[in-house]
Structure formats: C-alpha cells, structure tokens
C-alpha cells in the first residue's frame, strides 16, 4: 500500500526559509591545513541553552550540559558552593524553575532522561529490517563526500560533474551497493530523480509528507546525520556570506540525504508509514525546553559561577600603573592563554621587564604567501576579510625559483612512492634509505632547526599615509601609547609538533590556523621604519629613537621563543637583545616546569620539549584546555597573579580610548574569537559524538581535509577526546567563557546595542560579562541586560 501522504504540497517560500535556518544551524567546519576552533553551537545563539537542549536533543539525540552526577560531584566536593546553586536558580527564567534549593539539590540525585533524536527514515526502516541503513548511508555518502572535497590527497580523483548532487547522482546510477545490502531499484529511483539538486529535495520531502511546519527541524535532523561532511560544506556557505554571495554545497549534501529517505521510504512505506506520520507531527511542534532542560541550565550556570568567583578574587582593581621608570624590555605577546605562563614568568625576573597582551594577527589582515610558494594563507581571523597580500621575498644568495622546483620535486617524489604502480616496488628498494629517518623520529631526536622564512613584505608597496594610519591604530589598540623600551618585542606564536594532523588547532586561531610571525614581523618592520615614526609623532605618538621593534615567535610546545633580529640589525642593541634572550630562556623554563605537571607523563621540564618531537605522542601540549576567562583591563589588573593558563589577557586602557573604538573591537573581534575557542572545548566535552574528534588512535586523514575514524564514514570535527581528557580526568572543565572588562558599563552596552549578534551571546549567556572598576567593583551583566553590582570585595 502506497504511504499516504496527507500534507499538502511543499511552498517554496517555507522550504527557502527553512532550509536556510537548517543551514545556519550546523556550524562550519575549516579544512586541516588551516584549521580554526568554532563554536558548535554557532546556530543557536539566539537561544539560550535550556531551550537549545530541547533543540539539539531533538535533531541529534545530543546533550548540552555535563551528566548530573559531574554537578552532584562538584557540589559534594564543595567547588559549588550553597550561595552559587541560589545565584543560579535566582537568575534562571521563570519557566520550569524549581520552587527552590532543596528542589535543586534533590535533582542532582535523579539523572536526567537520556537524550533521544527524533528518528529518520532510515533509522525507522533500520528498526523495522534489522539492517543498518544510517550506517550504510553514512558509509557510502562518507566515501563520495571524501572524494568530492578531496583537496590533492587522493592520486585518482573522482569525475566532478560541477557541483555535489550532479557528482553523486553520475556515481549512484551505477553503485549496486544499496541494492545489494536490500534496496532493489536504488540505481533506477536514483535515475528517475530530477537532476537538479532543488528540484530533487522538493520532490523528496513531498514524498515524505513534510508539512511547512515541520521542515526546520526535520532538514536539521538529516543534515546532523552527515556529521562532519556537513560542516565542511556549511564552511563554504559561511565564507560565501563574508564575501556577501552564497553556495549551494550543503543543499546539495542535504538533497542526496532526501533522496535516500525518499527511496527507502517508497520501499518501506507498509512497514513505516504510520510511525513517520507521528515523527512528522513531532517535527511540527514548536521547540521548547522542558524542566529537566530548566534544571540543567541552572546546575551549569552555578559551575560556571563558582569558576567566576575563583576568578574574580584573584584580580586586583583595574586601575592603570603610573610612574614607573621606563621598562628595559618590552614584550607583546598573543592574547592565548598559553601566553599567560610565559608572561608571569618573565615578569617574575625583573621588575623592568613589561608584557603586553594582543590579538595574535596585530591587528593587520593579511592574505601571505610564503616563500617559494604558490598557496596564499589567510593570516587573520575568519571572521574577517583580508586587505592586504604579503610574501616572504628572498634573501640575498636565494633563488626562489629553485627552491620552489625543490618543494615541487619533493611532492612529486611523495606521490610517486605511494602510487599504485610503483608503491610496493618503492618499499622494497627504498625502505633502507629511511632508516635513519625511522630512528631519529621513533627516538624523538627530532631535525635541525628549519631556517626562518625571509622577512615577509607587501606584494604592492603600501602608500605612506595608510603605513601611518596603520601604525598608529595598531599602537593605540595596544595601549599605551608611551614609555616605550630600548628594545621591544612582538611575539606571535606556533607550535612545533609531528605526526598530528591536527597542527594547525595549535596554531594561532587569530591567524587563521597559522602561525603569528608573519604578522610580527611585518608589524616590526612597519614600526621601525623613519617616515612612519615622523608620521606617528605628527599624530602625538612619539617612539624613541633608540627604540627597536623586532618580531619574535614563541613556540608554544616548548615555550621557546625565536627573535628575528637579522629582519633589522642593530648594533646598538645587541647587548639588550642577549639580555632579552637570557630572560627568555629562563622564563621558558619555569613555564615548562610549571606545564609539566599538568600534562600525563611529563616527569620533568626537559619532557616538555621531548613531547614535541614524539611521533607517538597524542599531547603534545594542552593547546586551551582550560580556558575560561578573558580579561581587557590594565596589566596591573593581573600582573603577578597566577591564572593558571586559563585566561585570555588583553591590554586595555579606556581612559586612552577616545570614543571607545578600540572597547568595540575587542567585544567583536577577539571576545568573539574567543568564545569560539571556548565554547569549542565546551562542546567537544558535553558533547563529543557530535562536536568532538574522535580518537585519534582511531584517525586516519581524508581527501587532505579532515579525519575519519577508520577507514570511512563521517568526518569527525571539533577537538579529539585526547585534547580534553588526559586518560584518568578531563583536562578542561566545561565552563562557559566569563569576559571582564575594566571599562565603563555605559560604553559597553553602547557597542552591544549596535552589535545584535554579539550581545545575543551575553543576553543568552552563551558568554557572561563582568565590569570592573579602578576601585575594585565588579558589576555583572544580566541576561536581561541590566547591570548588577556583586558582593563588595570581589577583588583581591
């Protein structure tokens, strides 16, 4: 008996609409090569996180909180205090409350339902048969969606017929494995599907019975089955809409999942007809939260207060130092709270040592060649878009045509050995030759220092007028603009690791997944040029003239830090500069002594290095782990207090910042940057089957772009268990982000007001917001955005 169907055909302006918040709900997902955190709830930020548990439990079977049992533990050991459980429930929506703390407290005793998705056609017909279809799916779309995305990786390429749908449809006209494994007539129905992707998901969900109100959360539904896949592709989309255009990739991904519906639904319509009916009707009903939602909610809430609470008495006022004599060294570093170890511990050697905290980019948005290279890099947050092009032009005595047929000759021989033809016969003969290679790496011995890069450059000269303009934005978004040292460096960081294909999660997220010296040393270079310092004085900055800027970067598994001093030779400054490098040592080391003991089987600091050269090692460094805080206030606010590694610390002084612009950036550039990060790590914790990488044990790397977990299937995105968990606990505690700002509330809810996407994570405290003042106040923002003062003596 055919399904009956008895929706009524599919408007097109309700499926346009609900595509596109289905689309916008599955958070992007960036290639290997240049991989940046992203917060996986990106889609929900309009919502709060009781009523994006109902959402997610619904499309995913996903939770958005820790089991209870983890909130009941904390309470016990006394981290949540009585006073946060009533903070918590005090500021919760009135919704589904609890009538109190006793009612609170006994839930911590009662674990919530387990969460359940809605199911699919395939997993009904799955149910039904016995045979795994949402397997079979995953499989046979993961091996299609591996090749189309393929970026070099794979050394027979599959025929593109111009977009995904067209690509897959060429394929699965003559692929008998659904009709093997039970789906007779796949090949034919596939066939008899309209060759235009929109034409197809329209005829599909009609097939399907979708009524309009149902087709928001039933698309999110099928779109979360692609895992990983779906990610990449909602990638391109996200690009496409910085660059104001768009791309149809994820509806095109979503359009073969409905075809595959469509054709197990026409084949099992007897068997799941009248259960898909009532799934339907669940899809229509409005999201809402539940109390079970309500009281998860508020438990998480009252963790992250009791982290804030840690946080706040560890401060001191935010008021700015005044009268100092003028610092010997000066450092800026990245705003990543990897930075905060190193800092502390160069300023623990000498009172004339200043650091400073900085997005990692320094402020320029640059899309860098490297040399001898033909890849252009986007070295700067993926929210923004690049507007000026850079290269690392050649030293002199450098040819960078030969070193460019170098590197190609090397990826030639590389294919060549792992080619078909000639694969087994290269092992045979070559294997010997890479002996040595084999001991060094499996001994951790580790390679000679690579040579740095040249000095990167502008490709087109910049005009004298905007290397000021820069110069000067730049300087003041540091703050202060005076009492500059001798020597003053700017250090961008990386992380030096083998065998990971998750590098660049360790580089810096501000540069887009690459390391920051580019970005130093061309902001050095720009610092020490003459016209640009007369330009700057002419604006009321005025650099000593005995004031060097140089680039630095500090490799953040090792916490060495690397100063490019030939980029501009001085003699005057080579004593300061071996003064520098001395510190640099030797606050390297109590950084790595002081890492050591939370990362597994780092026995001592020497390990620390050791770790980055082990091709068998699964942690090289903690990256982030940890982090829960970001602070922009005056140094003195944080100088010489230990915050662990788990705070983003950016300068800032908003009685220099004339018209709060500088206050404005820093709410949405890196507080948004970082509360990818966080909410990153979040996810990957609460949630891993969805938003965590695997085990990378486990990963073997696809089409160059991402990795799966065995030989195929969906691709797994967002952090590997092995990034958060140290085998025995979790390395990072799921916290949301708390942001304090030493700047006035009026200015802040100012900027909020003209950034609606920025203030909706604080209004649904997807971030929590703190004001701090010179006298020591702290204020906290609600999520109705009014202001309120905490208790007195908050800080230190």
């Known amino acids: 008996m055919p399904f009956d169907t008895s929706a009524a055909p599919i408007s097109r302006p309700a499926l346009a609409a609900a595509l596109d918040r289905a689309q916008r709900a599955i958070p992007p997902a960036w290639p290997l090569a240049a991989t940046v955190a992203v917060n996986p709830f990106l889609g929900q930020a309009e919502e709060g996180l009781a009523t994006t548990a109902a959402r997610l439990r619904r499309v995913a079977g996903l939770p958005v909180t820790m089991p209870r049992a983890w909130y009941a533990g904390r309470v016990a050991a006394g981290t949540i205090t009585e006073d946060d459980l009533a903070a918590a429930l005090s500021a919760a929506a009135a919704p589904h409350r609890p ?5 609170l407290r006994a839930a911590l005793d009662k674990p919530a339902p387990p969460p359940s998705a809605l199911p699919t056609i395939a997993d009904l017909v799955a149910e039904a048969t016995g045979t795994d279809w949402p397997g079979i799916i995953a499989e046979r779309l993961g091996a299609f969606a591996a090749a189309w995305f393929d970026e070099g990786q794979a050394l027979w390429p599959a025929p593109n017929r111009g977009s995904p749908y067209a690509s897959w449809r060429a394929a ?5 494995t659904p009709e093997i494994l039970g789906l007779p007539g796949f090949c034919a129905h596939v066939a008899a599907a309209p060759p235009e992707a929109e034409a197809a998901a329209t005829r599909a969900l009609s097939a399907l019975g979708a009524p309009d109100a149902a087709l928001e959360t039933l698309l999110h539904r099928l779109l979360m089955t692609l895992g990983g896949w779906a990610q990449l592709a909602r990638q391109r989309g996200f690009v496409a809409d910085l660059a104001s255009g768009t791309d149809p990739t994820l509806a095109e991904l979503l359009a073969i999942r409905l075809v595959w519906e469509e054709a197990l639904l026409a084949r099992h319509a007897e068997l799941v007809g009248a259960r898909w009916k009532a799934v339907l009707a669940a899809h229509a009903e409005p999201v809402a939260a539940t109390p079970d939602d309500a009281i998860d909610a508020i438990l998480q809430d009252a963790a992250d207060r009791a982290a804030q609470r840690t946080l706040l008495a560890t401060l001191r006022p935010a008021a700015a130092e005044t009268g100092s004599a003028r610092p010997a060294l000066q450092i800026a570093f990245c705003i990543d709270v990897r930075s905060e170890v190193l800092r502390r511990a160069l300023e623990s050697l000498d009172p004339g040592i200043r650091t400073k905290g900085f997005a990692g980019f320094f402020g320029l948005p640059l899309a860098h060649r490297p040399f001898a290279s033909d ?4 070295r700067l947050p993926v929210l923004l878009r690049p507007s ?11 040819d960078a045509d030969r070193a460019r047929i170098g590197a190609r000759a090397r990826r030639a021989w590389g294919r060549f050995s792992q080619a078909a033809v000639s694969s087994f016969a ?8 890479h002996g040595w290679r084999l001991l060094r790496d499996s001994l951790s011995l580790g390679r000679a220092s690579a040579k740095p890069e040249p000095a990167p450059r502008p490709v087109v000269a910049m005009a004298a007028s905007d290397r000021i303009a820069t110069a000067e934005a730049v300087l003041k978004a540091m703050s202060p603009t005076t009492d500059f040292a001798p020597l003053v460096l700017l250090a961008g960081h990386g992380a030096s690791v083998v065998n990971n294909p998750h590098a660049s999660t360790l580089q810096c997220g501000a540069c887009g997944g690459h390391q920051g010296d580019v970005s130093a040393r061309l902001l050095a270079s720009l610092l020490n040029d003459p016209a640009v310092r007369e330009g700057l004085a002419a604006r009321g900055v005025t650099v000593p003239q005995d004031t060097l800027f140089l680039g630095a970067l500090h490799d953040t598994t090792s916490d060495a830090v690397t100063i490019f001093e030939d ?23 109590l950084a790595r002594a002081e890492r050591a003991l939370r990362l597994p089987r ?3 600091a020497a390990a620390v290095v050791q770790r980055s050269r082990d091709w068998s090692e699964t942690r090289a460094e903690w990256a982030l782990a940890g982090c829960r805080a970001f602070i922009a206030a005056p140094r003195a606010a944080t100088r010489g207090r230990d915050l662990a590694g788990t705070a983003f610390l950016h300068d800032y002084d908003w009685k220099l910042d004339e018209g709060f612009g500088v206050l404005e950036l820093i709410l949405t550039a890196p ?17 891993p089957e969805a938003f965590g990488g695997g085990n990378k044990l486990l990963h073997n790397v696809t089409g160059g772009v991402g990795v799966v977990e065995g030989n195929g299937g969906a691709l797994r995105t967002g952090l590997p268990w092995q990034s958060v968990h140290d085998g025995e606990r979790l390395a990072h505690e799921p916290l949301r982000l708390s942001v304090v700002l030493a700047a006035p509330q009026e200015a802040t809810d100012a900027i909020l007001r003209r950034h609606p996407q920025a203030q909706a994570l604080f209004d649904n405290r997807w971030l929590h917001l703190f004001a701090i003042d010179d006298q020591g106040t702290v204020s906290r923002r609600r999520g109705d955005g009014a202001w309120r003062a905490e208790a007195p003596g908050a800080l230190a």
């Open 99 to 103: 009538d109190g703390i006793a009612a």
């Open 172 to 176: 699965a006209l003559r692929d008998l």
């Open 375 to 378: 890849v252009v890099e986007n």
């Open 388 to 398: 000026l092009l850079t290269c690392s032009a050649a030293s002199p005595g450098e």
């Open 426 to 433: 290269f092992v045979e003969s070559a294997g010997p030759l």
């Open 567 to 589: 980029d501009h030779p001085s003699a005057p400054h080579v004593a300061a500069l071996r003064q520098a490098e001395a510190w640099l040592t030797a606050a390297g080391a």
């Open 602 to 604: 780092a026995a001592s």
């Open 671 to 687: 507080v948004v940057v970082a509360s990818w990060i966080s909410l990153q790590y979040y996810g990957s914790v609460v949630a």
